[in-house]
């Protein structure tokens, strides 16, 4: 709702502010006042022509230089919204009540000069307010997002140490439970088989291959708790997960980078496999370096169309905890670096992959 009422007012301050410009500047030109060039029709539709230009260039404009990361960031920080929403309010009023000397038939020049120099300033003083409001809600939106990738790299990495403390406790108990058949092949052989039941019945209580045990998917820490879990949540969906991403000592961007990278577009393919049927899921997760490069290439089937906007897929879910940034925040962060990223789409199978190629310094 507020995103929508922003947007109308956005519109509708451009609109005012250009008009008022317009309408001065044409009555300084043709020597009449701002009343005159309102209540003759071919000036109205000429101001009214060159008006809408103005905003359609104007837009392309903003298309071509704003952000469109920071637009979606400040859209769903709500405080940011209301606080520039507000200031957008009041000099929209403000500007509404200077419309007000367009129906008077005043002849003093001052009053189109004004009217051009109120339009000017409020429209300065509006983008400025605006651009202050993205720019916080965009740092706001990386520190929410950065706290968020913390929280779950320090879960996922509890969670492997837990692992790992259960695989030692399963190590030890192998090495008891070889010593106990031991024990009880000599019992056997001595003929005490009382002496070996008792052996069983007290010591042989668990089954080796009910106990859990961990996989390695990546010779980096971060990466290889992230891949866990992942291969968790695959199991909890049915889907068969094949995984191996190394990571190199001077790869350009960091663990925790490439940790955010790697849970966006796996997030993404866990996504696409939900809507097949069971047999049909899959997610695979390699990796392998060649000369300079980091090559990273992650595949999963899917149903139904992809979308692209330009070249990049448009995802049919709205993720909270991604908040907006998925492949827009990957594909920034990799040209940052000087990486790439590319999409493709194998219709005939109905397979999706991403490539990502990350530079290696030194």
């Not at 056997?188 to 961990?214: G, S």
Request: proline share 1%; glycine share 4%.
């Amino acid at each position: 709702m507020n995103q929508s009422f922003f947007i109308g007012c956005f519109y509708v301050f451009h609109l005012m502010a250009f008009k008022g410009i317009v309408l001065g500047s044409m009555s300084l030109i043709l020597k009449i006042n701002t009343f005159m060039v309102l209540h003759d029709v071919n000036y109205n539709l000429m101001a009214i022509v060159i008006t809408q230009m103005l905003l359609f260039i104007t837009f392309i404009i903003y298309i071509q230089i704003m952000k469109i990361q920071n637009v979606r960031s400040f859209l769903i920080n709500r405080k940011q919204l209301i606080h520039v929403l507000g200031c957008h309010i009041a000099v929209l009023l403000f500007m509404i009540f200077n419309t007000f000397t367009y129906y008077y038939n005043l002849e003093l020049v001052w009053v189109s000069i004004s009217q051009i120099m109120i339009s000017i300033i409020l429209y300065v003083i509006y983008m400025v307010v605006l651009d202050y409001g993205t720019h916080i809600a965009d740092l706001l939106q990386h520190k929410m997002r950065d706290q968020k990738q913390l929280e779950t790299i320090q879960s996922q990495l509890r969670q492997q140490n837990s692992l790992l403390k259960i695989t030692d406790i399963i190590n030890v108990f192998k090495h008891d439970y070889r010593e106990q058949m031991l024990t009880i092949e000599e019992c056997i052989e001595n003929d005490h088989l009382k002496d070996a039941i008792n052996v069983l019945k007290k010591d042989c209580l668990f089954q080796l291959d009910k106990l859990p045990h961990t996989k390695k998917y990546s010779n980096n820490v971060i990466i290889n708790s992230l891949l866990i879990d992942r291969q968790d949540i695959c199991d909890e969906k049915d889907i068969q997960m094949d995984a191996i991403i190394f990571y190199p000592q001077d790869l350009s961007i960091t663990e925790r980078e490439l940790h955010e990278v790697l849970r966006v577009v796996s997030n993404n393919a866990i996504d696409a496999n939900e809507k097949l049927d069971k047999e049909k899921r899959f997610m695979n997760l390699k990796s392998n370096v060649e000369k300079q490069w980091l090559n990273i290439h992650i595949e999963n089937p899917y149903s139904g169309v992809i979308l692209f906007d330009g070249e990049r897929p448009v995802s049919s879910y709205e993720r909270e905890d991604d908040e907006g940034m998925g492949l827009i925040y990957v594909e920034e962060l990799l040209e940052k670096h000087d990486g790439i990223i590319r999409y493709e789409n194998d219709k005939k199978n109905k397979i999706f992959s991403v490539y990502m190629l990350i530079r290696i310094d030194g």
